[in-house]
Nanobody, 121 residues
Protein backbone atom coordinates (compact mmCIF):
# COMPACT_ATOMS: atom_id res chain seq x y z
CA UNK A 1 0.00 0.00 0.00
CA UNK A 2 1.36 3.37 -1.02
CA UNK A 3 1.69 5.88 1.74
CA UNK A 4 2.60 9.52 1.50
CA UNK A 5 3.02 11.42 4.74
CA UNK A 6 3.53 15.17 4.72
CA UNK A 7 4.91 17.25 7.55
CA UNK A 8 6.37 20.66 8.15
CA UNK A 9 3.35 22.87 7.84
CA UNK A 10 2.55 25.54 10.37
CA UNK A 11 2.12 29.23 10.86
CA UNK A 12 4.78 31.64 9.67
CA UNK A 13 4.98 35.37 9.22
CA UNK A 14 4.90 36.85 5.75
CA UNK A 15 8.43 36.88 4.39
CA UNK A 16 9.37 33.81 6.39
CA UNK A 17 10.28 30.29 5.34
CA UNK A 18 9.01 26.76 5.82
CA UNK A 19 10.23 23.40 4.61
CA UNK A 20 7.65 20.74 3.89
CA UNK A 21 8.56 17.07 3.79
CA UNK A 22 6.82 14.12 2.21
CA UNK A 23 7.89 10.60 3.02
CA UNK A 24 6.83 7.96 0.51
CA UNK A 25 6.74 4.20 0.85
CA UNK A 26 8.90 3.95 -2.28
CA UNK A 27 10.53 6.16 -4.89
CA UNK A 28 8.23 7.98 -7.32
CA UNK A 29 8.12 11.07 -9.45
CA UNK A 30 6.54 13.51 -7.05
CA UNK A 31 4.66 16.75 -6.99
CA UNK A 32 3.39 19.32 -4.55
CA UNK A 33 -0.04 20.88 -4.89
CA UNK A 34 -1.96 23.25 -2.68
CA UNK A 35 -5.55 24.16 -2.05
CA UNK A 36 -6.80 27.26 -0.29
CA UNK A 37 -10.33 27.47 1.13
CA UNK A 38 -12.86 28.08 -1.62
CA UNK A 39 -10.29 27.57 -4.36
CA UNK A 40 -9.34 24.74 -6.64
CA UNK A 41 -6.28 22.64 -6.03
CA UNK A 42 -3.30 24.06 -7.88
CA UNK A 43 0.09 22.82 -8.90
CA UNK A 44 3.13 24.12 -7.05
CA UNK A 45 6.19 22.07 -8.01
CA UNK A 46 7.25 18.67 -9.28
CA UNK A 47 10.40 16.58 -9.43
CA UNK A 48 11.20 13.60 -11.60
CA UNK A 49 12.00 10.12 -10.33
CA UNK A 50 15.70 10.69 -10.94
CA UNK A 51 15.56 14.28 -9.60
CA UNK A 52 17.16 15.41 -12.83
CA UNK A 53 14.15 17.53 -13.74
CA UNK A 54 12.02 19.93 -11.79
CA UNK A 55 9.00 22.02 -12.68
CA UNK A 56 7.44 24.99 -10.94
CA UNK A 57 4.27 27.00 -11.11
CA UNK A 58 4.90 30.65 -11.90
CA UNK A 59 3.82 31.54 -8.38
CA UNK A 60 6.56 29.31 -6.94
CA UNK A 61 9.46 30.16 -9.20
CA UNK A 62 12.38 31.91 -7.50
CA UNK A 63 10.84 31.38 -4.05
CA UNK A 64 10.25 27.64 -3.70
CA UNK A 65 12.64 24.75 -4.26
CA UNK A 66 11.66 21.12 -4.63
CA UNK A 67 14.26 18.47 -3.89
CA UNK A 68 14.49 14.85 -2.89
CA UNK A 69 16.55 12.45 -0.84
CA UNK A 70 16.18 9.13 -2.59
CA UNK A 71 17.86 7.24 0.21
CA UNK A 72 15.00 8.34 2.46
CA UNK A 73 12.22 8.30 -0.18
CA UNK A 74 11.56 11.86 0.91
CA UNK A 75 10.69 14.93 -1.13
CA UNK A 76 11.03 18.43 0.23
CA UNK A 77 9.51 21.77 -0.62
CA UNK A 78 11.55 24.67 0.66
CA UNK A 79 9.39 27.76 0.68
CA UNK A 80 10.99 31.16 1.12
CA UNK A 81 9.64 34.70 1.06
CA UNK A 82 6.19 33.43 1.91
CA UNK A 83 3.23 35.61 1.07
CA UNK A 84 -0.31 35.62 2.49
CA UNK A 85 -1.54 34.12 -0.78
CA UNK A 86 0.64 31.05 -0.16
CA UNK A 87 -1.61 30.02 2.72
CA UNK A 88 -3.22 26.68 1.87
CA UNK A 89 -3.21 23.02 2.60
CA UNK A 90 -0.24 21.52 0.79
CA UNK A 91 -0.41 18.01 -0.61
CA UNK A 92 2.30 15.82 -1.97
CA UNK A 93 1.44 13.40 -4.73
CA UNK A 94 3.13 10.50 -6.50
CA UNK A 95 3.08 9.20 -10.05
CA UNK A 96 3.00 5.44 -10.04
CA UNK A 97 3.62 4.73 -13.72
CA UNK A 98 5.74 7.60 -14.98
CA UNK A 99 9.11 8.97 -13.96
CA UNK A 100 8.76 12.45 -15.45
CA UNK A 101 7.42 15.65 -13.97
CA UNK A 102 3.86 16.83 -14.45
CA UNK A 103 1.86 19.85 -13.39
CA UNK A 104 -1.47 18.12 -13.85
CA UNK A 105 -3.17 16.68 -10.80
CA UNK A 106 -4.83 14.01 -12.94
CA UNK A 107 -1.38 12.56 -13.67
CA UNK A 108 -0.83 11.65 -10.03
CA UNK A 109 -2.02 8.39 -8.56
CA UNK A 110 -1.42 8.77 -4.86
CA UNK A 111 -1.95 11.67 -2.49
CA UNK A 112 -0.96 12.52 1.03
CA UNK A 113 -3.32 13.78 3.68
CA UNK A 114 -2.06 17.36 3.44
CA UNK A 115 -0.27 19.75 5.75
CA UNK A 116 -1.61 23.20 6.47
CA UNK A 117 0.38 26.37 5.96
CA UNK A 118 -0.90 29.63 7.40
CA UNK A 119 0.73 33.01 6.89
CA UNK A 120 0.52 35.87 9.32
CA UNK A 121 0.78 39.32 7.78
Amino acid sequence: QVQLVESGGGNVQAGGSLRLSCVASKRYAMGWFRQAPGKEREFVAAISWSDAATMYADSAKDRFTISRDNAKNTVYLQMNSLKPEDAATYYCAARASFTSTSGQSADYDYWGQGTQVTISS
